[in-house]
């Protein structure tokens, strides 16, 4: 006579088990799981939407306006580029921001050398005397235009 086995529990009893994702952390380089993405989502648009908070416009006041200037010191005009470029070396030379920009004036090109920009007027003042040194010029702050 044959008997069947009997399972340990009943079939009913049985739950499927559902794989659990990982939570692993990432190195360099590699990119996150789609599922873990999606889960990290916020369900609905409008629980995102609720959570920003745009920036609220400030109006300028003519004190911010005026603050918002911007300085340069003119280490020396040239009219040989060559000359600027010797100057502007220099000037990097001894860690300062120095550049060389052309204009013309009266038929000829010129080449302006200035350290900086700057918003403090204070900070390039107190760089004057070491540029005018490094330079052999009188050197002078002046308002930034970065237009010429």
Same mark, same amino acid.
Not at 23 to 30: D, F, I
């Given at each position: 006579?044959?008997?069947?086995?009997?399972?340990?529990?009943?079939?009913?009893?049985?739950?499927?088990?559902?794989?659990?994702?990982?939570?692993?952390?990432?190195?360099?380089?590699?990119?996150? &799981?789609?599922?873990?993405?999606?889960?990290?989502?916020?369900?609905?648009?409008?629980?995102?939407?609720?959570?920003?908070?745009?920036?609220?416009?400030? &109006?300028?006041?003519?004190?911010?306006?005026?603050?918002?200037?911007?300085?340069?010191?003119?280490?020396?005009?040239?009219?040989?580029?060559?000359?600027?470029?010797?100057?502007?070396?220099?000037?990097?030379?001894?860690?300062?921001?120095?550049?060389?920009? !052309?204009?013309?004036?009266?038929? !000829?090109?010129?080449?302006?050398?200035?350290?900086?920009?700057?918003?403090?007027?204070?900070?390039?003042? !107190?760089?004057?005397?070491?540029? !005018?040194?490094?330079?052999?010029?009188?050197?002078?702050?002046?308002?930034?235009? &970065?237009?010429?």
């Amino acid at each position: 006579m044959t008997t069947k086995a009997q399972p340990a529990v009943a079939p009913s009893e049985v739950k499927p088990v559902e794989p659990k994702p990982a939570k692993s952390t990432l190195q360099a380089g590699q990119i996150k &799981p789609f599922v873990e993405v999606v889960e990290a989502q916020p369900t609905s648009v409008g629980s995102a939407v609720n959570k920003y908070q745009a920036p609220q416009a400030k &109006p300028l006041s003519s004190s911010s306006a005026t603050s918002r200037a911007a300085w340069t010191i003119q280490a020396g005009v040239f009219s040989s580029g060559d000359n600027a470029r010797v100057l502007v070396g220099k000037l990097r030379a001894s860690g300062l921001p120095a550049n060389v920009s !052309s204009f013309r004036s009266g038929g !000829s090109t010129l080449y302006r050398v200035t350290v900086g920009p700057d918003v403090s007027r204070a900070k390039l003042d !107190s760089l004057v005397p070491r540029v !005018s040194q490094i330079a052999g010029t009188s050197a002078k702050v002046i308002a930034y235009s &970065p237009l010429g």
